[in-house]
């Protein structure tokens, strides 16, 4: 069983295709300046965002990570359209510097996308809980467009969904609706980071969404089913936009094997049905590999071997969200969110993104202190117990040692 798993696996990096990159993530705090803004005019490719019809270079910029105004101007600059940010990033001050930055280019000229968070969720049922009101909803929306600067974004994701139930959890649903009404949204979204399948379906179901925004990389032991659900998703005419392409952007926990940037955006992109992916580069010298990659989308033989290696490895940083991890655990912690947000703090070094998700979650970190031996055997290979206690201890590090 173990081999057919395997070679179906390998025949599907090959057969779905339409030197070490060194993509690492630096501080978002970093504030290199670019270098190489005269060279040759860069080939783009563009891709239709479902029925919302707009037009998307395939390549996109996640912001989640930088706190760079240069770098999103460079960006914009450079050909980028879509940028993505969310209500809570970086408490607010990401949707803050992006707006200081788009108030010096034409409404018309990008494309702006953030989303609405909110942690009453009760993590058993996989629902949001009665005090995940539609006016909770409506006020964050606010703040994050007075914070942009803008009368109008162009998606509303509702962020980070992981059940049907979630995705049409109907007080946001109104508030999504009548934040279109008013033209205040273009468009509505929904964000997933696990369980993405079921979660895709619920919004094709719904005939309300028009955007759905999913983690899609290489090493997704689910990439059929995740290929399925977006293709069923495209053909009802939603917009995909991928994100986690380079599934945590190293290999292994030691950090020293960077996954090839060009190979992990080829698989993505490979996928027709995705509009856009939104790498999430914090420097320059990686914006422009990303922009660079469209030169040449076409997914090789070696891209494959680099990729299998990549997939077979075991530890690294990304966690697939499986979620086979939280019925082996007695107490039932939230693991899959605390391996995200473990990747963001170490992968990332966004520590301001890890602190937000540790904190929208009903954790502490002792935990983990009662067993001798963690019983969690996890699909792909992490000591969950080490990584479990270092991002919870995150929790009760003072917000002024952030800014
Ligand atoms: S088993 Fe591992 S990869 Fe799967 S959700 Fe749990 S921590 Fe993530
Ligand atoms: S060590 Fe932590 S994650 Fe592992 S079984 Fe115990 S409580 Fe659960």
């Known amino acids: 069983m173990k081999n057919e798993k395997s070679l179906s696996r390998r025949n599907f990096l090959?057969?779905?295709?339409?030197?070490?990159?060194?993509?690492v993530f630096l501080s978002p705090n970093q504030t290199d300046t670019p270098t190489k803004t005269e060279k040759k005019k860069q080939k783009f490719v563009y891709r239709i965002l479902g029925k919302t019809g707009i037009k998307l270079p395939v390549i996109s910029m996640g912001v989640m990570n930088s706190d760079n105004p240069n770098l999103v101007k460079a960006a914009l600059d450079n050909g980028i359209v879509h940028l993505d940010t969310a209500w809570y990033y970086q408490h607010g001050r990401n949707e803050k510097m992006i707006g200081s930055v788009i108030k010096g280019y034409p409404r018309d000229s990008y494309v702006i996308a953030t989303k609405i968070h909110d942690q009453n969720r009760d993590r058993e049922t996989g629902t949001f809980t009665k005090d995940a009101t539609e006016k909770g909803f409506l006020e964050k929306f606010d703040e994050s467009m007075e914070r942009l600067g803008i009368d109008y974004v162009d998606i509303l994701y509702l962020h980070s969904s992981y059940t049907k139930a979630m995705t049409l959890h109907k007080p946001f649903l109104k508030a999504m609706e009548k934040l279109k009404k008013e033209g205040r949204t273009r468009f509505v979204g929904v964000s997933t980071h696990y369980n993405e399948p079921e979660v895709i379906q619920a919004a094709t179901d719904s005939k309300f969404y028009d955007v759905v925004l999913t983690s899609y990389n290489f090493?997704?032991?689910?990439?059929?089913?995740?290929?399925?659900?977006?293709?069923?998703?495209?053909?009802?005419?939603?917009?995909?936009v991928g994100m986690?392409?380079?599934?945590?952007?190293?290999?292994?926990?030691?950090?020293?094997?960077?996954?090839?940037?060009?190979?992990?955006?080829?698989?993505?992109?490979?996928?027709?049905?995705?509009?856009?992916?939104?790498?999430?580069?914090?420097t320059f010298d990686q914006m422009e590999i990303d922009i660079a990659a469209m030169e040449d989308l076409t997914f090789t033989e070696k891209d494959s071997k680099i990729l299998e290696l990549g997939y077979n490895s075991r530890g690294g940083v990304y966690c697939q969200g499986c979620q086979t991890c939280v019925d082996q655990c007695p107490k039932h912690l939230p693991i899959p969110d605390m391996m995200r947000a473990h990747m963001y703090a170490y992968a990332y070094k966004n520590y301001w993104e890890a602190r937000e998700l540790v904190s929208s979650l009903n954790v502490n970190s002792g935990q983990c202190d009662s067993c001798s031996e963690c019983s969690v055997k996890c699909s792909k290979g992490f000591d969950i117990k080490q990584k479990y206690t270092e991002i919870a201890a995150l929790k009760s590090v003072p917000d002024r040692l952030f800014t």
Request: aromatic share 8%; charged share 25%.
């Open 14 to 23: 090959k057969t779905a295709a339409t030197g070490l990159g060194g993509y």
């Open 219 to 240: 090493k997704q032991d689910h990439i059929e089913q995740m290929q399925e659900a977006i293709a069923k998703a495209a053909e009802a005419g939603l917009g995909i």
């Open 244 to 282: 986690k392409t380079f599934a945590g952007g190293f290999l292994d926990e030691e950090k020293t094997k960077p996954v090839d940037p060009n190979a992990a955006i080829r698989f993505a992109l490979k996928n027709e049905n995705i509009c856009t992916i939104i790498p999430g580069f914090t």
